[in-house]
């Protein structure tokens, strides 16, 4: 389609495509019953930061481009961020998710390349790999804490 936001070929109102250059030139988000966001390698959430981050090492394309798609996601509404990396992230409301994609663009923006704060620590990727293994069952979640309902 055309513009920013798809829908898939079926037509399936529950799920919309969001071009979100940046990372790449044909990176997508995809938005599930205006519930979750499926980021990628977009955006991810950090513990360490204890906020929304883009990694600018991982940028292929172009990082101002990703910063401005970050910003554009404030016009939807969702709930949960779940990277392809990095821990998922649940905001207690869209207003707050949408304070966590402005703080991730003035984090973002306020270092010079190769300053920004690490989003993860030495183990943290690791351990996000790993987390959900069969041998490392995932703790047990309410139906409220989880994204998918």
């Not at 919309?16 to 390698?41: A, E, F, N, Q």
Request: glycine content about 6%.
């Amino acid at each position: 389609g055309k513009g920013p936001v798809s829908s898939l070929p079926d037509g399936d109102p529950d799920v919309k495509l969001i071009h979100t250059p940046g990372h790449t030139k044909g990176h997508l988000c995809v938005l599930y019953k205006d519930r979750l966001l499926m980021t990628g390698d977009h955006l991810c959430y950090s513990h360490r930061v204890k906020s929304l981050m883009c990694i600018r090492a991982v940028c292929w394309d172009n990082w101002r481009t990703q910063l401005e798609s970050v910003k554009m996601l404030k016009q939807f509404s969702f709930l949960w961020v779940l990277p392809s990396h990095g821990q998922r992230y649940k905001a207690p409301s869209v207003s707050a998710m949408r304070g966590q994609l402005d703080q991730c663009v003035r984090l973002c923006s306020a270092y010079p390349p190769g300053k920004e704060p690490t989003p993860f620590g030495p183990n943290d990727v690791t351990k996000s790999f790993y987390r959900h293994r069969p041998y490392d069952p995932p703790s047990a979640e309410s139906d409220e804490d989880s994204p998918v309902q």
